[in-house]
T-cell receptor, first 115, second 113 residues
Framework: AQSVTQLGSHVSVSEGALVLLRCNYS??????LFWYVQYPNQGLQLLLK??????LVKGINGFEAEFKKSETSFHLTKPSAHMSDAAEYFC?????????????FGKGTHLIIQP | EPEVTQTPSHQVTQMGQEVILRCVPI?????FYWYRQILGQKVEFLVS????????KSEIFDDQFSVERPDGSNFTLKIRSTKLEDSAMYFC???????????FGPGTRLTVL
């Protein structure tokens, strides 16, 4: 069975600083990987996805993530944090690409932006 | 841009009562899902639905849960006899099946008293 570990339940950065949110996965087969963002009292919005086409994936709002098979990681980064980035971020994995499988989520990382 | 919608946004019910949570997926989606998120915990998969039948379900999705898509648009989750521990945010999601990419609705907060 697959699993996702997100290191750090809370991450605090200053506005303008680099954002790095860590995600490690466990899967016996090549995975599909996703990052979702959840703003307060809202649903989950897809930030970006890895589907094996390219290891460096660019998403919305200036975020990107790099798939590293050797490290089983899919860390999310953004060069310069903005106050509007404050939210909960979830990494998720799927080992099936056909649509029937549910996503397995990590516990989430709460990103705090200091002015 | 089309979005997944869910109603109601908040449902309060008494323990033992039946509740139905409703979702209107994006029209070109073929796969539909329900997830739940207990306060402070991770998002958990409940069930996937395709071609008018359940494709996959988790251990959480026991006999008190059921899903259906009765009219080809609404996708519903029914909880027959609610328990206190069913209190959670319930998310509907949908996708075309490509890469298992899933788009989520805003959620229904269920409170069981």
């Amino acid at each position: 069975a697959q699993s996702v570990t997100q290191l750090g339940s809370h991450v605090s950065v200053s506005e303008g600083a680099l954002v790095l949110l860590r995600c490690n996965y466990s899967s016996s087969v090549p995975p599909y990987l996703f990052w979702y963002v959840q703003y307060p009292n809202q649903g989950l919005q897809l930030l970006l996805k890895y589907t094996s086409a390219a290891t460096l994936v660019k998403g919305i709002n200036g975020f990107e993530a790099e798939f590293k098979k050797s490290e089983t990681s899919f860390h999310l980064t953004k060069p310069s944090a903005h106050m509007s980035d404050a939210a909960e971020y979830f990494c998720a994995v799927s080992v099936g690409g056909g649509g029937a499988d549910g996503l397995t989520f990590g516990k989430g990382t709460h990103l705090i932006i200091q002015p | 841009e089309p979005e997944v919608t869910q109603t109601p946004s908040h449902q309060v019910t008494q323990m033992g009562q039946e509740v139905i949570l409703r979702c209107v997926p994006i029209s070109n989606h073929l796969y539909f899902y329900w997830y739940r998120q207990i306060l402070g915990q991770k998002v958990e998969f409940l069930v996937s639905f395709y071609n008018n039948e359940i494709s996959e379900k988790s251990e959480i999705f026991d006999d008190q849960f059921s899903v259906e898509r009765p009219d080809g648009s609404n996708f519903t989750l029914k909880i027959r006899s609610t328990k206190l521990e069913d209190s959670a945010m319930y998310f509907c999601a949908g996708g075309t099946g490509l890469f298992n990419e899933q788009f989520f609705g805003p959620g229904t907060r269920l409170t069981v008293l």
